[in-house]
């Protein structure tokens, strides 16, 4: 069988332009909803070690991490019944297929299943603080993403 079509693998540079513009439109779209309601960083609740936290100064390790951390953001944003984050939802998804067709690029394995149980079930028994978790994790998802854009050209590893 002859091929009908070929084409050249996009540029990997092209792709992390994509991804930082994409990062940074996400991060806009997150300070002008975060600006209605202020949630202090102070707050403790059990459970929030859950949702990555990018606090500290260790960069980001792998392409494979970075996939699962918007995974795991995804999760919380699509469960928790916060209003007007319908784009910001879009948005980390096609950053995480992004980050996907970066990782294939270098050929990487694709990212196995992780184990979501210890979320389900904290987001589950959490809805009575939807709001609060649903901030905590935004505010959390634009510290990530800012940190995604300093360090996404030195991601070079599975």
Not at 74 to 83: A, G, K, M, R
Request: with cysteine; charged share 25%; hydrophobic share 40%.
């Amino acid at each position: 069988m002859l091929q009908l079509c070929y084409s050249w693998p996009v540029p990997v540079d092209k792709v992390k332009n994509e991804a930082k513009l994409l990062a940074q439109t996400t991060i806009i779209r997150i300070e002008k909803h975060t600006d209605q309601f202020k949630v202090s960083p102070n707050v403790v609740f059990s459970g929030l070690e859950l949702i990555p936290d990018s606090s500290s100064d260790k960069a980001l390790d792998s392409l494979g991490s970075v996939e699962e951390n918007l995974g795991i953001f995804q999760e919380i944003l699509s469960s928790l019944p916060v209003d007007n984050v319908d784009q910001i939802l879009a948005d980390i998804i096609n950053l995480q297929t992004i980050i996907r067709s970066l990782a294939v690029s270098i050929r990487c394995a694709p990212l196995k299943s992780r184990n979501t149980g210890h979320l389900e079930n904290f987001l589950k028994n959490n809805l009575t603080f939807r709001f609060t978790i649903g901030n905590v994790a935004l505010d959390r998802l634009q510290k990530y993403l800012l940190k995604l854009l300093r360090n996404l050209d030195q991601l070079k590893k599975c």
